[in-house]
Nanobody, 123 residues
């Protein structure tokens, strides 16, 4: 099992950039597929981005494609979410999630979650 801690959230203006980090401890990080999800007030948690273990394949939600970039540094046991051209509709609590081996874009696919970090984008 792994433990996840997110950081990097904050209050920014529309058009700004922000980088979220998620540090993972516990099991071997390199065999975990990592994903970012977000949950806006009054809405269900939604998939944002995923990066596979091994192949480093990535996939993004249409709403963030071209603006967000997910990356990982296995030696540092860290996954990042670089967010650019932020919009007010990106405002949400962002969660890091881990899945040992495999792939998935549904939150039910993941059994390890961080506590979340708040991102607020003002217009």
């Amino acid at each position: 099992q792994v433990q996840l801690v997110e950081s990097g959230g904050g209050l920014v203006q529309a058009g700004d950039s922000l980088r979220l980090s998620c540090i993972v401890s516990g099991d071997a990080f390199s065999v975990y597929t990592m994903a970012w999800f977000r949950q806006a007030p009054g809405k269900e948690r939604e998939f944002v981005a995923i990066i596979a273990w091994g192949s480093l394949n990535t996939y993004y939600a249409d709403s963030v494609k071209g603006r967000f970039t997910i990356s990982r540094k296995d030696v540092e046991k860290t996954v990042y979410l670089q967010m650019s051209s932020l919009k007010p509709e990106d405002t949400a609590v962002y969660f890091c999630a881990a899945k040992r081996l495999g792939w998935g874009t549904a939150d039910r696919d993941y059994n390890a979650w961080g506590q979340g970090t708040q991102v607020t984008v003002s217009s």
